[in-house]
Every structure is written in structure tokens, then in C-alpha cells.
């Protein structure tokens, strides 16, 4: 047999196979019986063996028809499918576009693309199919496709490659992974996790390893998948890791159900695009398929947003965290209520803030270590960081040589101005100074001072110890022991402890018999988890709030729900916000605060008996004060942030009422005294109005107050004051 077979004669065959009658077979096929058997005679005669066994009057196929039926059916039907393609495409108008793409760029990019331009070309006849990057070019090149959508090759003389983007790739986890609580910086530990990777070619596999390979990064991959979706999955549901460019899980990224890790300053990058074969260049087809996929490379871009980088340094572990793990915590609310409503606008772009989180873990010159990396690696706008002194003036020298900007949310004790910090909290005229007024009014003469062994609290009670002076408390009226430099000069007054300091039974016993005589209070600035031991054996001594008040400047409400607060009932606070407050502006921020508390994914936020306090809401209106200012200036440049800072014009309507920046980097705001409540709530007692931040209180501000008391009185006050 060495002729093609007639098809004609194989349709005659197929049919007779069927109907077992040539009557019948050529009334279908139009034709006379005795053309079928001459038909299916020239069939025999071809193939060399009889198709059809004859008995009595009827016919059945032999072994070798029934052999050749099976592949007749085939060849028959890709000949039809042959001819209704040819019959398409004899259309006018109609044109075929044979297309090649990665999976993952045809699953998330190409499918959007491709349904425009069939709605724009009806008529083409348009062909897609998945390969990988060295399948496609073997197609290309065997013209069995006529365009690619792929990664940048390699140097080819044979094929012309127009750019699409380029994009970063990241590696992700899901949002409660336990890698996100230290924003990925332990790199060592990533290779405990396992790793999935989308399917890939051999070139491109090693292309990633070798990357790896020279950052240092070890990860443990497991296997790789086809299917885009299903890597996810699997990351979003376990604690696998994964590394995928960023525009495949946009959308996973902006609802927080999967967080991208950093792995280093330098992050490896794919540029895709379009190619097609120089020898068959773009035609009036594949044109518009390149100029939808540079739209839709527009609409990636602006449903990505640009993004600003923003850092946050605070101790999430250590002695510290029990303040201040809540401050990044809605430090992550004001920036995601922020980025919900359009981002930032600067000049003629709105950005979306992309958080920078880093832990200070209560050690403080890990801290100026951390602002490092986050100005000179991550280059971050601005930072919104630190709680004690101690950690800020560690920051300050870095954000002052690497001109950063730092927003410092926690009262201190004042007596210092850096051109690149602004100082939101209060200041000791704006919390300290009031609350001992208020304590004075009350009838109050002896004071205790109590504090942790830093800066704030040793210059904020040096500085009450020369207004309690000026007020007429006697040096003996003032309590918990003075200290002198060998000059004589008086460099220390009141008890002060370490930081994480727990044994406060012999100090309780010292400030029983020290308000024995009545008329007693304590100042306390204790910072920290200290202050749950110390308040308990405050407790314990039967030193009650009727007895002798402590009023704290460290512990607000979020730290009140570690402490016995039924057995505190009484005891005070002064600061620029209670969560008691009853104020429109409050009432919605507290609602759309436990909103997100309830919605939210980030890892390590706890969700259950949230409070707020002062500090917490500070750093909230912190957020919007920059944001306000890059507004204005329309850059992020610092320098041209800080000078809109410094106009006076920079405000925000916060929780806790209304906030200004002034020239001297300070805030103008409301302050308040209140009292503990067995709920852990504050009872407000007394409100100070827009009361301005004086930085330097210890000169400007007491020699002030002291002109006045001198004026009042006529009395000479100096030789109390002089140390």
C-alpha cells in the first residue's frame, strides 16, 4: 500500500461500517449503490485485504476493517476540523494571532489583555497557550507561534524584544507567619520554613538560586507548581514561603492576607515583554495586542500605587514592650486608614505608605543600629519611633548626620531641640508642672519622687524640684533622697530604680513612713513593666489613693490593664488624651479603631480588651501631622517637609482635640488631670486648654514663672531655687 487513501471512498467505508447496507449508505451519501461497492472494492484493492465479511444477505467489518475504522474516524474528523478553520478563516476580515506566554504573566497579566482584544477583534482567530520561556522561543522560531510574552532573553539576533516592565520580585508569607514579627531580618531563619515556587524553566530556576546564593538567603525548597493560585494557597494557609514577582499578588498585598518579606538591599528583578521572530515582524494584528498590553501595564502601575517606605522603631520585646508594641500597632492603623483612602498626595502622584518595621527589643544602642539601616538601607521618608530618652537621644546623632526625620510621640522631660525631630507628646510644662499645681491645690505639701534610672526622669524631677521650691515645699518636703557631685552641686533628686526593676517592698515601706504624717503624694516615672510590681506593693503597704495619691507620667490606660486597677481607684494622670474623653472626634476614632482591630491581619497584634491612651494617640495624629505637611510641601524631601513643620500652619483635629506643630518643633495642645476609675478608665477632673510646648522649662519657663511669684509676692525666692 503505498497510495494516500481517497477520503471519499473512507467516508463511503466509515458510513457502510455504520448502516451495514450499501441501499442505505448511498441514499446518505447521495450516491448509487453500485458506486459504494465500486467504492469500497478500490478501498480493498488500496490497503491489500478484505474490509467487509459477507453472510447471506448481510455484511459485518473483518478484523483488519475494524482496525482501520478506528483510525478513519480520526483522520475524518481532523479533516473537518481542518476544513471549518480554513472556512473561518476564508472570512473577510478574519486573521489568526498564535500566542505563547508564561503561566504565571498569562493567568494575572495576559487575561484582562486578551479579553479586550478579542471584544476589539471579533474576527481573529486568537490562540493561546501556556509554555515555558525556552519552549516559547522554539515555537517562535519553528513558526508555530507568532508572538511571545515572556521575560527578557538573553542576546538574540533573531527576534525583536519590546519591554513591558520590570518588576521586583518578593518573598512572601502569610500575614501571621511568625518571620513577620521581625520583618523578616532574621535571613537565617528562613530556611526552616518550607518553600514552594511557581513551575519554571531550568535557566530561570538557577537564575533565582544563584541570586540566593550570593545574598546568603537559604531556602528550603520543597517543589514547584504550575498553577499560580495554588503557591498562595498554600501560603496563605500554612507557613510556606514563596518568592513571586510583585504584580502576581498585588491584590494579596493590599488586604494583608499575605506580607512580603525584605532579604536584602538588593532585590533580584525579571523585565517581561514582547517578542516576536525578526524575520515576521508585528503586523496590524499583533500591533494592537502590544499597545493593550502597555495599557494594561498602566493600569498594574496605578492600581499598585507608588510607595512611600515608612519606618517604625519601638521595642516589641524587652522590658518596654508593654508600651510599646501598642504604638506600632496604631501606628499600622493610621497607615492602612490612610492608604483606604487614596495615600499620600505628593506633587501629582498619591502614594501608598509601605511600613518599615523594626524592633529597638529595649536595648538602646540597638536602636540607633536599627534607625541606621532604616535611613541608609530601607531610605525610609520618616520613622515614627521610640519611647525613653534614652532610646531617642541613641537616634538622635543618625537621624541628624543621615538628615532623617523622626516624629517622637511619648512625653519627656524637654531641655533639648533637633532640627530633625519633632517632639508631638507633652512636655514637662505641659504634664508634669500641671499635675503638681493640681496637687498643690489640693492641699498637697510633702512630694516622693520615684523614677526609672534615665534621662527623663532624673531631669523632669530636678526640674519639679525647683518648682516645688519656687512654691514654697521645703527641701525636706520632698522625698526619695538627694544626690551632689563632688563640687557640691546638687545632680540628683528622688528614688530611682533600674529598668525592669521588680523589688519594691523596702521603697513602699520608705513612702509609707514618708506620708505618715499626711498631707502626702508620690510623682512617678517609672517607665515600663516596672510599674505593675511597684503598684502592687504600693497596694500591699495600704497606701490608698485617700491617703497619699501617685500621680504617673509613664502609665496611661493601655498599661493599666496589667494592674489590679479596683485596688487603684483614685490614683492620677495627667496627659493630653484620656480614652474617657466625650468628644465627636474620639467617639469615631475609637469606633473605627476597634473596627480594625477586628479586620485587621497583621501578626502579633492583639485584638481582645484594647484601651488607648495618650502615647497610643499621639502617634496616630503624628501620622496625619507628616502626612499634612508632605502635602503641602508636595515632596517627601525632609528639608522641605521640615520647613512647612516649622511654619505653624500644620494641625490636626485629634482624638484628644486639636494639635499644632510649632516653630520649636514642639506641639500646642489640650491637658488634662484625671483619675483612675476600677474599670481602668479616668474620671477627668480638670482641663488646661492649648497649653504650648516650652522645650526648655528648667530656663525660660520657671525663671518666667518665678517673675511672677516675685511680683505677686515681693519676696526673694532666688536662694530657694539655686542649687
Not at 476600677?678 to 486648654?689: C, S, V
Amino acid at each position: 500500500m503505498n497510495e494516500t487513501l481517497d477520503s471519499r471512498q473512507l467516508k463511503a467505508f466509515t458510513v457502510l461500517a455504520k448502516t451495514e447496507s450499501h441501499t442505505e449508505t448511498a441514499r446518505q451519501l447521495y450516491l448509487t449503490p453500485s458506486a459504494i461497492c465500486h467504492a469500497i472494492r478500490a478501498l480493498e484493492e488500496n490497503v491489500g485485504c478484505r474490509l467487509f465479511a459477507k453472510t447471506g444477505k448481510k455484511i459485518s467489518l473483518t478484523e483488519a476493517g475494524e482496525a482501520l475504522l478506528y483510525h478513519t474516524h480520526r483522520a475524518l474528523d481532523e479533516l473537518d476540523q481542518a476544513r471549518r478553520t480554513l472556512t473561518y478563516l476564508n472570512k473577510w476580515g478574519t486573521r489568526r494571532l498564535r500566542v505563547a506566554a508564561d503561566e504565571i504573566f498569562l493567568s494575572v497579566f495576559l487575561t484582562p489583555v486578551l479579553m479586550k482584544f478579542h471584544k476589539e477583534f471579533p474576527n481573529t482567530l486568537l490562540q493561546v497557550e501556556s509554555f515555558d520561556c525556552d519552549e516559547s522561543f522554539a515555537l517562535l522560531e519553528n513558526n508555530q507561534v507568532d508572538v511571545i510574552l515572556t521575560e527578557k532573553p538573553t542576546v538574540n539576533d533573531n527576534v525583536d524584544f519590546f519591554p513591558l516592565l520590570t518588576d521586583q520580585f518578593h518573598l512572601i508569607v502569610k500575614s501571621g507567619h511568625p518571620l513577620v514579627a521581625n520583618n523578616g531580618m532574621l535571613r537565617d531563619e528562613f530556611g526552616k520554613y518550607p518553600c514552594f515556587l511557581v513551575k519554571d524553566s531550568s535557566r530561570r530556576r538557577k537564575q533565582v538560586e544563584d541570586f540566593m546564593l550570593k545574598q546568603k538567603i537559604k531556602l528550603n525548597i520543597l517543589g514547584e507548581i504550575e498553577n499560580l493560585g495554588t503557591v498562595k494557597e498554600l501560603v496563605k494557609r500554612t507557613l510556606a514561603i514563596s518568592f513571586v514577582p510583585r504584580w502576581s499578588i498585588a491584590k494579596e498585598l493590599e488586604n494583608h492576607s499575605v506580607t512580603a518579606l525584605p532579604y536584602g538591599r538588593k532585590v533580584f528583578e525579571r523585565t517581561w515583554g514582547f517578542v516576536c521572530s525578526r524575520s515576521r515582524p508585528l503586523d496590524l494584528i499583533s500591533s494592537p495586542l502590544l499597545k493593550l498590553c502597555r495599557k494594561r501595564v498602566t493600569e498594574v502601575e496605578l492600581n499598585a500605587q507608588e510607595t512611600v517606605k515608612v519606618g517604625v522603631l519601638h521595642s516589641l520585646s524587652g522590658t518596654m514592650a508593654i508600651s510599646e508594641t501598642s504604638l506600632r500597632d496604631v501606628l499600622l492603623f493610621a497607615f492602612d486608614e490612610i492608604n483606604n483612602a487614596g495615600g499620600i498626595k505628593a506633587g501629582d502622584k498619591s502614594y501608598r505608605i509601605d511600613p518599615v518595621i523594626v524592633d529597638g527589643a529595649s536595648n538602646w544602642s540597638l536602636f540607633a543600629e536599627k534607625a541606621k539601616e532604616l535611613l541608609v538601607d530601607d531610605k525610609v521618608a520618616v520613622t515614627f519611633g521610640c519611647w525613653t530618652s534614652v532610646s531617642r537621644k541613641s537616634v538622635q546623632p543618625v537621624f541628624e548626620k543621615e538628615n532623617g526625620l523622626l516624629f517622637y510621640p511619648v512625653q519627656y522631660e524637654g531641655e533639648e531641640l533637633s532640627k530633625n525631630i519633632f517632639y508631638i507628646a507633652e512636655t514637662v510644662n505641659q504634664q508634669a508642672i500641671p499635675a503638681v499645681d493640681y496637687l498643690l491645690a489640693q492641699g498637697k505639701k510633702k512630694f516622693y519622687l520615684i523614677g526609672t534610672d534615665y534621662v527623663y526622669p532624673q531631669t523632669t524631677n530636678l526640674i519639679l524640684y525647683k518648682y516645688l521650691l519656687l512654691h514654697g515645699v521645703p527641701p525636706e518636703g520632698i522625698g526619695g533622697g538627694f544626690r551632689k557631685d563632688d563640687s557640691g552641686k546638687l545632680v540628683s533628686v528622688g528614688k530611682y530604680v533600674p529598668f525592669g526593676y521588680a523589688d519594691f517592698q523596702q521603697i513602699a515601706s520608705d513612702i509609707k513612713r514618708f506620708a505618715a504624717s499626711g498631707n502626702a503624694c508620690v510623682i512617678n516615672t517609672i517607665n515600663g513593666d516596672s510599674n505593675v510590681p511597684f503598684f502592687k506593693k504600693i497596694v500591699a503597704a495600704g497606701l490608698m489613693s485617700a491617703v497619699c495619691p501617685v500621680v504617673s507620667f509613664s502609665l496611661a490606660e493601655d498599661e493599666l490593664r496589667s494592674l489590679p486597677t479596683k485596688n487603684l481607684v483614685g490614683e492620677l494622670g495627667c496627659w493630653s488624651y484620656f480614652m474617657s474623653l466625650k468628644t465627636p472626634g474620639n467617639k469615631t476614632f475609637l469606633k473605627n479603631w476597634s473596627n480594625w482591630l477586628k479586620s485587621e491581619n497583621y501578626h502579633g497584634v492583639i485584638k481582645e480588651k484594647r484601651t488607648v491612651d495618650s502615647p497610643i494617640v499621639l502617634s496616630y495624629s503624628s501620622v496625619y501631622l507628616w502626612k499634612r505637611a508632605v502635602e503641602k510641601a508636595g515632596t517627601f524631601d525632609v528639608n522641605a517637609v521640615r520647613k512647612v513643620l516649622e511654619s505653624g500652619d500644620i494641625n490636626f483635629d485629634g482624638p484628644g482635640g486639636k494639635i499644632t506643630v510649632q516653630a520649636n518643633h514642639h506641639c500646642t495642645m489640650d491637658v488634662y488631670i484625671g483619675e483612675t476609675k476600677a474599670n481602668g478608665q479616668f474620671k477627668i477632673l480638670e482641663t488646661f486648654p492649648q497649653v504650648v510646648g516650652e522645650p526648655f522649662v528648667a530656663e525660660s519657663f520657671l525663671l518666667k514663672r518665678l517673675e511672677e511669684k516675685l511680683s505677686a509676692s515681693r519676696l526673694p525666692f532666688y536662694e530657694h531655687v539655686d542649687e
